[in-house]
Nanobody, 121 residues
Framework: VQLQAYGGGLVQAGGSLRLSCAAS????????MAWFRQAPGKEREFVAR????????YNAVSVKGRFTISRDNAKNTVYLQMNSLKPEDTAVYYC???????????????WGQGTQVTVSS
C-alpha cells in the first residue's frame, strides 16, 4: 500500500486545515487508518484512528473536540479535519495503514511521507 499525504501548510492559531491521504491499494477499504504526528525532538505520537468501514473513530485527548478523522473508501482517501489549531499542533503529520486498529506506531505497516503543519501564534 502506498500512501500520499498532503494538505499541510502554515496557519495562524485558531485556524483550520484539512489533511488528505490518498492510498494506492484497491484493498484500501480493508485497512484501519490513522494519523500520527512528530514534532522536532519528540517521539511520534498518535492523533486519531478510524476503522476500515469508517464507523468508529478514536482521537487522542490532546485533539479531542478539535480534530476529526474520516474516510471515503470510494476515493481511497482518509482525511483529518483540524480546527482551532494551536502552536503545539505544529508537527509533521503522517497517515498510516494497519492490519488491526491501534494507537501504537509500531503496529502500522504502511506509512505516508508526511506533511508539515505549522501553526503560528
Amino acid at each position: 500500500v502506498q500512501l500520499q499525504a498532503y494538505g499541510g501548510g502554515l496557519v495562524q492559531a485558531g485556524g483550520s486545515l484539512r489533511l488528505s491521504c490518498a492510498a494506492s491499494a484497491r484493498t484500501f477499504s480493508s485497512y484501519p487508518m490513522a494519523w500520527f504526528r512528530q514534532a522536532p525532538g519528540k517521539e511520534r505520537e498518535f492523533v486519531a484512528r478510524i476503522t476500515s468501514s469508517g464507523d468508529t473513530t478514536y482521537n487522542a485527548v490532546s485533539v479531542k473536540g478539535r480534530f476529526t478523522i474520516s474516510r471515503d473508501n470510494a476515493k481511497n482517501t482518509v482525511y483529518l479535519q483540524m480546527n482551532s489549531l494551536k502552536p503545539e499542533d505544529t508537527a509533521v503529520y503522517y497517515c498510516a495503514a494497519a492490519i488491526v486498529p491501534s494507537t501504537i506506531p509500531s503496529t502500522y505497516r504502511y506509512w505516508g511521507q508526511g506533511t508539515q503543519v505549522t501553526v503560528s501564534s
